[in-house]
């Protein structure tokens, strides 16, 4: 059973940076890709970024581009969204998912596994 939990979240102002943390468990991290997602309040979950198993590819949502970026220690079975100069339509629940394709992909679909979410609020 692959267990994926999210940390990091929190109240930020505009301009401002967080780094989010999804650490997995129960199968060997290496084997996954992994995806971020978010869903505001009212809206559908949306891709934000992804990381093949190796970390050797990654893919970015346009409205983060630039501003975000995905990483993974598959020593650590980490991976990380390292998020700067956040702008309030950032605000929503964060999800990290995990993909046994090695690949990933923004389709949610793909995705097996699924964190419960870290809140992210950027205030304007």
């Known amino acids: 059973q692959v267990q994926l939990v999210e940390s990091g979240g929190g109240l930020v102002q505009t301009g401002g940076s967080l780094q989010l943390s999804c650490v997995v468990s129960?199968?060997?991290?290496?084997?996954?890709?992994v995806g971020w997602f978010r869903q505001a309040p009212g809206m559908e979950r949306e891709f934000v970024a992804r990381?093949?198993?190796?970390?050797?590819?990654?893919t970015y949502a346009d409205s983060v581009k630039g501003r975000f970026t995905i990483a993974r220690s598959n020593a650590k079975n980490t991976a990380y969204l390292y998020m700067n100069s956040l702008k309030p339509e950032d605000t929503a629940v964060y999800y990290c998912?995990?993909?046994?394709?090695?690949?990933?992909?923004?389709?949610?679909?793909?995705?097996?596994?699924w964190g419960r979410g870290t809140q992210v609020t950027v205030s304007s």
């Open positions: 129960g199968r060997a991290f290496s084997n996954y890709a």
């Open positions: 990381i093949t198993w190796s970390g050797g590819a990654t």
């Open positions: 998912a995990a993909d046994a394709s090695q690949d990933g992909s923004e389709w949610q679909g793909d995705y097996t596994h």
